[in-house]
């Protein structure tokens, strides 16, 4: 009993002694702030390890569940950036193809202008479907004012000749067809002969006397006189001069000028001709429309 | 060799505190964790190395604020002195008892606090709701540390059981 009591004092002096230095700590540091700030800087010194841990784990939580976040954010972003992606692409294709039509009538607008030709631009909508004539399919027909016999050229060359028209399409028989004919002079020579078709890629220049010297490479342009194409016009150039021992003419290859695979417009030019059909052409017209004449 | 367990039980929850407010949390939702240890030395641990040590853990968290050296020592020593006197007719055991002594020593050593450090710091209405608060929270956090700090006790082949004050001073 006596020892607990005695406790008790000690206890309870030991406690008012350490409050009073409490209290004398207290009014000193008010007074003298740097003495807090000494001890502040060795308890910092204690417990910055496990702050600084659990700042690490802190952030790398963060970062986890934000890159899980943003994982989910990112799977959908990047759907919706392969879409807009995809869609950006077809757009830039048009756009593309847009700019090269563009490029490509500019060529065709100057060419009539420099040639003074007043006609209808049409594209090429398609070839001919029994491959049995080389022919071209326009997007233009007698509502545009396309008629039969109608001029159809490129600023390579001379395409060929309508045929046949509808309301919204006209047929196009190509140079290198066989039913087709050119009035043609050398460009050199200026003798005249009329150019044929003779195969896929190949016509053929009929009615060249043997006395004329035709040389390879010199180029064919149409005389004007058949009618059908202004005189002017590159058709091609000779590919090939025969010598043949039999008859008055030369045989003579042309390679025409303009690619017929790669055209996409064209223009129709009206002719003389065009009122009453192709006029040096063997082929018949055919399919002509009431508005089309 | 418990007293110094209860040092570091003490660091470490002064740890805790600090990282609790790196990362936001409001000011009264965060446990005096270091007013909960003093309450159990006050309990169990009648002592003069009891008082020296709630001394001490005050002297510690006056030293991490870096303003004021010795209110919180003070503040404690009150805490201690009062639960101390207070274990000797009171049973701890139950949770409710621990947690309800945890806020009233929670909200005697902040007024304490206040008191001594009035001049260098005035009260609003705000200090008080926080006080509140932290006696709330460190309620009930005080199960886990009495359970925490018993062991270290009971290691040291100390009774906290019953009427611990009386036991362990002697």
Known sequence: MRREISSKTHVGLACLGLFTVALFLTAYSVKNPALARVGS????????PALGAADTLRNHASSVWNGYINLIGTARQNGELRAELQALQSRVALLGEAQRENSRLRE????????????????????????????????????????PGMAVIHPQGVVGQVVAVTAYSAKVLLVSDHASGVDVLMETSRARGVVEGAGERVCELKFVTKDISVKVGEQVITSGMD?????????????????SSVGLFQPVEIKPSVDFARLEEVLLVPSAASATGAAVLNYPAQGVEKGGE | MRLLVCFFVAVMLLSIQGILHSVGVPAWLIPQGLLVCVVFLAFYEFSLAGVVMAFLLGLLLDMSSGVLLGPW?????????IFAFLSQRLFVESVV?????????????????LLLAF?????????????CGQALA?????????????????????????RAGIVSAV
């Not at chain 1, 060419?111 to 004539?133: K, M, N, Y």
């Open chain 2, 119 to 131: 001049e260098y710091q005035s009260v609003s209405r705000e200090d008080l709701v926080v006080l």
């Open chain 1, 41 to 48: 800087a060795l308890v910092l010194k204690c417990i910055t």
């Open chain 2, 97 to 113: 008892v621990k947690m309800s002594v945890v806020a009233v020593g929670t909200i005697l050593g902040g007024i304490v606090f």
């Open chain 2, 138 to 162: 460190s309620a009930a956090v005080a199960p886990v540390v009495f359970k925490v700090l018993s062991r270290a006790w009971r290691r040291s082949g100390v009774s906290v059981s019953g």
């Open chain 1, 227 to 243: 009618g059908v194409y202004p005189k002017g016009l590159v058709v091609g150039h000779v590919a090939q001069v025969g010598n």
């Open chain 2, 73 to 81: 020592a003070g503040s404690y020593i009150i805490v201690y002195a």
């Open chain 1, 108 to 147: 065709l607008l100057k060419f009539s202008s420099e040639r003074q030709l007043h006609g209808v631009t049409a594209a090429v909508i398609g070839g001919d479907p029994s491959g049995w004539v080389k022919g071209l399919l326009v997007d233009r027909g007698s509502t545009s004012g396309v008629a």
